[in-house]
């Protein structure tokens, strides 16, 4: 079959697989590198590839991870390296399957928050807000992961990159790429949020809006990517692309002073995002960096698009694919790729998987943002709103040092939230005028607490 590595092969010897294409074929295939990463592994049967630009196995059709030697990591990094290293994800490069210069715009080290306020109004005690609403340059933790994939996708020859794209990933790709030079042309449903949409215009893509939900946009990309053999970052790259992922686990460990959390809350779309965070928890224990112990893996699907969820609450081992319908657009994939994954990881590490409904998840975002001042888009409403459900229903001790991410800003989801937002005041340029308004302003408030309390 080709392209199963050969073990007795180096690493670094080119399969007879390589995409066979017209437009922006790699130049050239014997790609040795410098990184610790080895190969690439099936995750459902075990064949192995070498790290070239494929995503599914040839024998089972399973998805393939990428395979890294830890004890080549372990003689190499310490805390201090890391800490010494550059003030984003590159100072984790040992971790990452790349071997050449990587593209760094500051992607990464996010503000790790204490949210007292919310923690407060919850019943928690040691709750903190991971906060990629303020990621570089995008804000939305995808700009990791594209750092990632773009960085392999020029080591691998690529000149034109791609992805399908519910706003953020484009936005990422379409940043990143006018970074680093190379040709850009991506794929959205054409129904998205008039912010994500000039997001990635104002890059000076090829942006392709598909009159299509998701999972039709990334069926055409499949076809693309076999056509034209672009590197799309979330088809044939996604193995290396994935791996960003790991950031968020490596950063919250870094930032709790080497310590890993009891539980995390995450958003779940392909499932991917939360199945990296633990992978990068496990990676740091592997090689020495922190102490071994068990993290609680909880997920956040939105009511609308909730397959994930159901599959967890109905105590299936497979995902029934389900047509998306919810504000949380960021997350909405009816079929998810890593889904089965994030079932068996909240399972195994004693997680739930909770949904939220369209409404549930705006009161998630307003209070996040009045509660710690963060104004996240849907995605992170509805893990806000998730965490909520699982505080109420004794899932989460009080006690524990929970961190919930937050992966997107809201400045990109505003018609979520502009009709249940409030109004200003109108007032005249005089003293009483604003008097009188501010009164008003009090009363309403009182109210609304009274409404709270009762």
Same mark, same amino acid.
């Given at each position: 079959?080709?392209g199963?590595l050969d073990?007795?092969?180096? %690493?670094?010897e080119?399969p007879d697989?390589?995409?066979d294409?017209q437009?922006?074929?790699?130049?050239?295939?014997?790609?040795?590198?410098s990184g610790?990463?080895?190969h690439?592994?099936?995750?459902?049967?075990?064949?192995?590839?070498?790290?070239t630009a494929?995503?599914?196995?040839?024998?089972?059709?399973?998805?393939?991870?990428?395979?890294y030697?830890y004890e080549a990591?372990?003689r190499n990094v310490?805390?201090?390296k890391i800490?010494?290293?550059p003030?984003s994800?590159?100072?984790?490069?040992?971790?990452?399957?790349?071997?050449?210069?990587?593209?760094?715009?500051?992607?990464g080290?996010?503000?790790?928050?204490?949210a007292?306020?919310l923690?407060r109004r919850l019943?928690?005690?040691?709750?903190?807000i991971k906060n990629?609403?303020v990621?570089?340059?995008?804000?939305?933790?995808?700009?990791?992961?594209?750092?990632?994939a773009?960085?392999?996708?020029?080591?691998l020859? #690529?000149t034109?990159?791609?992805?399908?794209?519910?706003?953020?990933l484009?936005n990422?790709t379409?940043?990143?790429?006018?970074?680093?030079g190379?040709?850009?042309?991506v794929?959205?449903?054409a129904d998205l949020?008039s912010?994500?949409?000039?997001?990635?215009?104002i890059?000076?893509?090829?942006?392709?809006?598909?009159?299509?939900?998701?999972?039709?946009?990334?069926?055409l990309?499949?076809?693309?990517?076999?056509?034209?053999?672009?590197?799309?970052?979330?088809?044939?790259?996604r193995p290396?692309?994935?791996?960003?992922?790991?950031?968020l686990?490596?950063?919250?460990?870094e930032?709790?002073g080497?310590?890993?959390p009891?539980?995390?809350?995450?958003?779940? %779309?392909?499932?991917s995002l939360?199945?990296?965070?633990?992978?990068g928890f496990?990676?740091?224990?592997?090689t020495?960096?922190?102490?071994s112990?068990?993290v609680k893996?909880?997920?956040?699907?939105?009511?609308?698009?909730n397959?994930i969820a159901?599959a #967890?609450?109905?105590e299936?081992d497979?995902?029934a694919?389900?047509?998306?319908n919810?504000?949380?657009k960021?997350?909405?994939i009816?079929?998810?790729?890593?889904?089965?994954? %994030?079932?068996e990881?909240a399972?195994?590490?004693?997680?739930h998987i909770?949904?939220?409904t369209?409404?549930e998840?705006?009161?998630?975002?307003?209070l996040l943002?009045?509660?710690?001042?963060? #104004?996240t888009?849907t995605?992170?409403?509805?893990?806000?709103?998730?965490?909520?459900?699982?505080?109420e229903?004794g899932k989460?001790?009080p006690?524990?040092?929970?961190v919930?991410?937050?992966?997107g800003?809201g400045?990109?989801?505003q018609?979520?939230?502009q009709?249940?937002?409030?109004?200003?005041l109108e007032i005249?340029?005089k003293?009483?005028s604003f008097e009188?308004?501010?009164?008003?302003?009090?009363?309403?408030?009182?109210?609304?607490?009274?409404?709270?309390l009762?």
């Open positions: 079959m080709t199963v073990t007795r092969r180096t %690493a670094t080119s697989h390589q995409l294409h437009h922006s074929h790699p130049a050239d295939s014997h790609h040795s590198h610790h990463f080895t690439l592994k099936c995750k459902e049967c075990g064949a192995e590839y070498e790290a494929m995503h599914v196995c040839e024998l089972c059709f399973g998805p393939l991870e990428v395979k030697d990591i372990a310490s805390r201090e800490a010494a290293g003030n994800i590159w100072r984790y490069k040992d971790f990452l399957p790349v071997g050449s210069d990587p593209i760094d715009v500051g992607t080290m996010t503000p790790l928050l204490k007292n306020r923690a019943g928690l005690k040691n709750l903190y990629d609403a990621n570089m340059p995008t804000l939305s933790f995808k700009d990791r992961v594209v750092s990632v773009l960085t392999r996708a020029r080591e020859g #690529f034109t990159v791609s992805c399908a794209s519910t706003g953020n484009a990422s379409a940043a990143i790429a006018a970074h680093a190379l040709e850009c042309c794929f959205i449903p949020e912010g994500k949409v000039l997001g990635t215009l890059y000076n893509p090829t942006v392709m809006a598909v009159r299509g939900n998701y999972d039709q946009v990334n069926r990309c499949s076809e693309v990517a076999n056509s034209y053999g672009w590197g799309f970052v979330n088809i044939n790259l290396y692309y994935s791996e960003g992922s790991k950031t686990g490596f950063e919250v460990a930032q709790l080497w310590q890993l009891d539980h995390i809350v995450a958003p779940l %779309a392909s499932g939360f199945t990296k965070i633990h992978k496990q990676e740091l224990i592997a020495g960096l922190v102490e112990k068990p893996c909880s997920g956040a699907q939105a009511e609308g698009c397959p159901t #967890f609450k109905e299936r497979f995902i694919p389900v047509k998306p919810t504000i949380a960021s997350i909405a009816g079929n998810p790729a890593d889904g089965i994954y %994030a079932v990881q399972r195994k590490t004693g997680g909770e949904t939220a369209d409404e998840i705006v009161e998630g975002i307003k943002a009045e509660t710690e001042g963060i #104004f888009e995605a992170g409403g509805t893990t806000i709103a998730v965490l909520k459900k699982l505080v229903a989460i001790n006690d524990e040092t929970t919930v991410y937050i992966t800003n400045l990109k989801t018609e979520a939230v009709s249940h937002a409030g109004q200003p005249d340029p003293l009483d009188r308004a501010w009164d008003r302003a009090r009363t309403l408030d009182r109210l609304e607490w009274q409404q709270v009762v």
